[in-house]
């Protein structure tokens, strides 16, 4: 069975810090691994996802994330935080290789201060 | 091109009713998938729909049913409402759904409080 892990509830960091969040996956067979955003009162919105091929992923808004087998992981990062980065992010994989069924981790609420 | 869009988004029932839920799908995309997401369980899959027929089926009770029309709207129905059916269901919809890799594009969900 598939799952996800991902540490830290809530993460915490300063204006222009690095950002990590960190996601752990346990998975039988080669995984699909997804990084959503979710904003208050709002749906989810990928920021990247990995298939295959190269494990460095970019996505959007300055995200991106590695895929390191060995280490069953799936960490996003960010160089430089935001205030517009503050929100709850999902990490998540998918169940079915024929369908489109995600498995999410519990989230990481994002703050970012001044 | 618009978006996934739900309907209602907000909905207020009492226990034992039922309630109906409603998805427009992404012009084009052929797959649906319903999400409940609770603070205590987190986002929880509850089932796909692909050209109308159910293809993944989450670990809900038999009370949470859907179904996807030939436009491939789709509807979730929960019966018996239960104090704890009170979520945010998330509608998501993927182009080809053919296989694991696809995107899922999120509505913006209902807002199911049962009293």
């Known amino acids: 069975a598939q799952s996800v892990t991902q540490l830290g509830s809530h993460v915490s960091v300063s204006e222009g810090a690095l950002v990590l969040l960190r996601c752990n996956y346990s998975?039988?067979?080669?995984?699909?691994l997804f990084w959503y955003v979710q904003y208050p009162n709002q749906g989810l919105q990928l920021l990247l996802k990995y298939t295959t091929g190269a494990t460095l992923v970019k996505g959007i808004n300055g995200f991106e994330a590695e895929f390191k087998k060995s280490e069953t992981s799936f960490h996003l990062t960010k160089p430089s935080a935001h205030m517009s980065d503050a929100a709850e992010y999902f990490c998540a994989v998918n169940r079915n290789q024929a369908g489109t069924a995600l498995i999410f981790g519990k989230g990481t609420t994002l703050s970012v201060s001044s | 091109k618009a978006g996934v869009t739900q309907t209602p988004r907000y909905l207020i029932k009492t226990r034992g009713q039922q309630v109906t839920l409603s998805c427009s799908p992404i012009s084009g995309h052929r797959s649906v998938s319903w999400y409940q997401q609770t603070p205590g369980q987190g986002l929880q899959f509850l089932f796909e729909?692909?050209?109308?027929?159910?293809?993944n089926k989450g670990n809900f009770p038999g009370r949470f049913s859907g179904r996807q029309f030939s436009n491939s709207r789709s509807e979730m129905n929960v019966s018996t409402l239960e104090l704890g059916d009170s979520a945010l269901y998330l509608c998501?919809?993927?182009?080809?759904?053919?296989?694991?890799?696809?995107?899922?594009?999120f509505g913006p969900g209902t807002r199911l409080t049962v009293l």
């Open positions: 998501a919809s993927s182009a080809q759904g053919t296989g694991g890799a696809d995107t899922q594009y």
């Open positions: 998975s039988s067979v080669p995984p699909y």
């Open positions: 729909y692909f050209s109308e027929t159910q293809r």
